[in-house]
């Protein structure tokens, strides 16, 4: 039906009787019929008059005087004229709704087609704050640039190491080593990998900090990767992820990780990097062996203590970075570090993680985790409480956890690299963690 053309409702054709013609819609006002006189006409009311035209047939219409007609007459074009200003005010309706077909929303076209989100930052910063209370202003955060090295080819970082350690218990654990750029004051960084998964999801992580002048170390932990055969062993005798025995998890801590910190020492003592300013980074099992070897080097390792008189054996741990952490891992636990004072309050905590759309366990996980540590970082206060906070939980706008989160598009590594360069470079404690050449006992 086009617009200001309207059909005759049923109860007119009814009224007026059975004259086909009324199938032909007129062009003017309503039609209608009058069987009497065998008359076919469409009425528009015009005071106590009427005009008539011819919608189909040929011939003159007839018109009558007021006075002439009968009461049924009279009714009829009362009653019709009422239809009249009906279907006027239908007709208006039909084009008001027509025009606003024909034109589109705006409201609904921007929800359709919304403008593209703001580009993340490390400015989203949520810092651990007492219950009911409001989150802290974000920090302002300066874009992070490579920074300069002393390498003749400008812009050139030194070439990834493959490296075999041999742990204890006799491992041949293989890790990567990105050596870092700023001497004595590279900051030496950690990352271990989830369950099953290996070193080389780090590969863009690893590189993305080494260009911000950090020496960075990601092995395979014992059954991932290629971390897989003891020393002498048959190929048939290889550690597997999800086979081998319960207590070889325990051994990614006290076997892998101090291999991983004695070849930090050495590294250390070569002028490579600062181990007293050690970050570790670790995902989903990962952060479970992270957090446990906090607890081990905090206690120094197999000496039971950090410190033999004037040499420092243990504490170098310094920062956490905590991707979708669990609360505990098969038979890794973070009971140990939440009771252990140093691990509590002595060291920086940044928990990244999904937000839980998809993910709630993950999510609550991460979250129960930031509960145990919160009461041990009070908030600071001043201005400058940002660069004095000590315990982060950030969730990311995505589904992904784990070491997934490090997608470019989410901005994890820029979190991580900002987290470093404020507790470990810029901090007033960090100050104090200055260089030395670490001697053991007896040497």
Known sequence: MTTGSI??????????????????????????????????????????????????????????????????????????????MLAAVSTEAFAADAAKAEKPDASKAAKADPAPPKKASPENVEKANPAGSERPSPPAVEKKEPKKTDDKKAGALPPVQEIELLTGDG????????????????????????????????????????????????PD???????????????????????????????????????????????????ELNLDKLCVVGAEMGASVAMDFAVYDALGYDNQKASYGPLKLGGFVRALVLLSPEWSFKN?????????????????????????????KAFSEAKRVHGMFERHHPEPKGDDKIDRTTLF??????????????????????????????RLLKSEESQEWVWKERKRPHE
């Not at 863009?204 to 990601?218: C, E, M, P, R, T």
């Not at 252990?340 to 990244?352: C, D, E, F, K, M």
Request: proline fraction near 5%.
């Open 393 to 422: 939980f950030i969730p990311l706008d995505t589904k992904l956890q784990g070491t997934k989160l490090l997608d470019p598009n989410i901005h994890a590594p820029e979190y991580i690299a900002d987290f470093i360069d404020r």
């Open 221 to 271: 932990l014992r059954g991932h990767g290629q971390s897989v055969r003891f020393k002498g062993a048959r190929k048939d005798e290889d550690l597997k992820a999800a086979t081998m025995p319960i207590a070889q998890f325990t051994k990614m801590v006290t076997e892998d990780m101090k291999a991983v910190k004695d070849f930090l020492w050495e590294r250390n003592n070569a002028g």
């Open 171 to 218: 491992l041949r654990l293989t890790l990567s080593y990105y050596p870092g750029t700023q001497g004595k004051e590279s900051v030496p960084v950690v990352l271990l990998h989830m369950w099953k998964q290996s070193r080389a999801d780090y590969k863009d992580l690893a590189l993305y900090l080494q260009s911000q002048g950090h020496a960075v170390a990601a």
């Open 7 to 84: 059909a005759l409702p049923c109860a007119i054709r009814c009224a007026a009787g059975n004259d086909t013609s009324l199938s032909q819609p007129a062009t003017v006002g309503i039609i209608s019929n009058r069987a009497k006189n065998n008359i076919s006409w469409t009425q528009r009311m015009t005071g106590n008059d009427a005009m008539f035209c011819r919608p189909a047939t040929s011939g003159a219409v007839p018109r009558r005087a007021a006075s002439q007609r009968s009461p049924g007459d009279r009714r009829l074009v009362q009653w019709l004229a009422v239809a009249a």
């Open 332 to 360: 890794l636990s973070l009971r140990q570090a939440v009771a252990t004072p140093r691990v509590q309050s002595g060291i920086a905590i940044l928990i990244l993680v999904g937000n839980g759309k998809a993910d709630r």
